[in-house]
């Protein structure tokens, strides 16, 4: 589907609370730029280090800087052995190549350092492709900061140490599922630190920004978790089988990055009966309904996603109150290619109504409409759904009727755009749209 021309940087983490509420920085991102402009001669340079600690379990060495805790230097140490055990004994992810004696032997390199900049935990470096395959990967270490809060210092070892077996099998794989799987990774490996869905708060801010949307100053990406998550307990077994098959279908022995991501999930969506339009749509579902919204039905852990700052309920174009029989206005921000877009329709449920809801976009397209009722705080159950294509008039016109118990309508808005989706050559325009919606009660019989 086309090489990839963005930066792609690896696996930055914030260190607080505060800089998790403000986004993640990525000073790598520059560096993985020059690999690409200038070739390998630009690649990262290891930490200096004046010690290390060898693991007697797995082949992983972690050095570690002058000002560095020993303490601190052991916890890592056994966070990347509890990483290694489950990301490549357990799941089967590929560990990291060896890189020969760059780190004093052939053991993977951690390096525990004490001059990153504020606000950041840790990142994966590139060391060079790995010559004894003819695949196009690579090979690294892991620099982590010396001061990493402790409520998630584990979690940015498993989330780096995913990095790292990503380029030991796809280097050029698209950023966004780069980080979706890592941040899946840190609730997989430690599930006590509960700290993934944090992340998918800012990807649930913007649904109606494209799923491959990669930012080096904003964390949308490692939103993005969520639909990893999805794919994974929907598809999988929720351990990982599902991920761990995707990304085995990613080796490849080019530079143009085919097959890319997409392409291996809707393979693998394929031997299951099922395609990935179809599955990008019901993904708006899930996502839709967690928070208030969570009727027990889709992710199995979303009852743990609270008591943080920030919520994981997502932005609504329209969230039309009770007492409002008649609304109608433009979205804000549009819609990108594969995206959402929500609407909200909040009942007393006190009387039956006829609701008619009309969507006009400005440019033809791909898009799919599903509307979905609620009874007080019972599941969520789908009411209708109508699909637009280039050759349709680029307008929904839906009418249709609620019982007096309905005390909430969503509809969950997809766009597909009007060409086959490719991650690696995407344009991330918005297309905009305008609503009506009227709520009438039924007549009395």
């Not at 200038?38 to 379990?57: L, Q, Y």
């Not at 395609?275 to 899930?286: L, Q």
Request: proline share 4%; net charge negative; aromatic share 14%.
């Amino acid at each position: 589907m086309g090489i990839m021309t963005f930066l792609l940087g690896i696996g930055i983490w914030a260190l607080s609370a505060s800089s998790l509420a403000t986004g993640l920085t990525c000073q790598t991102a520059q560096n993985f730029q020059a690999i690409r402009d200038h070739g390998v001669a630009a690649a990262n340079t290891r930490p200096e280090s004046i010690g290390f600690i060898d693991s007697t379990t797995i082949p992983i060495r972690v050095h570690y800087q002058e000002g560095v805790e020993l303490s601190y230097v052991e916890e890592m140490r056994a966070a990347a052995e509890a990483s290694w055990q489950v990301l490549f004994e357990e799941i089967g992810f590929p560990p990291p190549h060896p890189d020969g004696e760059l780190g004093g032997n052939d053991r993977f390199d951690f390096y525990v350092v004490t001059d990153l900049m504020e606000g950041v935990g840790g990142y994966t470096g590139f060391s060079g492709y790995y010559e004894e395959s003819d695949r196009i990967d690579a090979f690294g270490y892991i620099v982590l900061a010396h001061n990493v809060d402790s409520r998630l210092r584990r979690g940015v070892v498993a989330h780096e140490l995913s990095h790292a077996s990503q380029i030991a099998q796809d280097f050029w794989e698209h950023l966004s599922f780069m980080e979706g799987t890592a941040v899946w990774v840190t609730n997989r490996v430690f599930p006590d630190e509960n700290m993934a869905w944090r992340y998918f708060t800012f990807f649930q801010d913007e649904p109606y920004t494209a799923l491959n949307y990669t930012s080096i100053t904003a964390p949308f990406q490692y939103g993005t978790g969520m639909w990893v998550t999805y794919l994974e307990e929907k598809f999988g077994d929720g351990t990982g089988t599902f991920l761990q098959q995707v990304w085995n279908d990613l080796s490849q022995n080019e530079y143009n990055n085919e097959p890319d991501y997409l392409d291996s999930i809707s393979s693998q969506l394929q031997h299951r009966g099922i395609d990935f339009a179809s599955s990008f749509r019901e993904f708006g579902a899930w996502r839709t309904f967690v928070g208030s919204r969570d009727d027990g039905e889709h992710f199995r852990n979303s009852h743990l996603w609270t008591g943080w700052r920030k919520s994981v309920e997502p932005y609504f174009v329209v969230e039309a109150s009770q007492s409002t029989s008649y609304t109608e206005g433009a979205s804000l921000n549009g819609l990108q290619q594969l995206s959402h877009g929500l609407i909200s329709l909040k009942r007393p449920g006190l009387t039956a109504e006829t609701v008619s809801l009309a969507i006009q976009f400005a440019e033809l397209g791909y898009y799919h409409l599903d509307v979905y009722a609620r009874e007080g705080q019972g599941p969520w159950q789908k009411l209708s759904e109508q699909h637009l294509s280039p050759a349709d008039e680029a307008q929904f016109q839906l009418v249709f009727d609620t019982s007096a118990e309905t005390t909430e309508l969503v509809g969950v808005v997809t766009a597909f755009g009007a060409e086959p989706f490719d991650p690696d050559t995407v344009t991330w325009k918005n297309h905009d749209f305008s609503y009506q919606v009227r709520m009438q009660p039924q007549p009395s019989q």
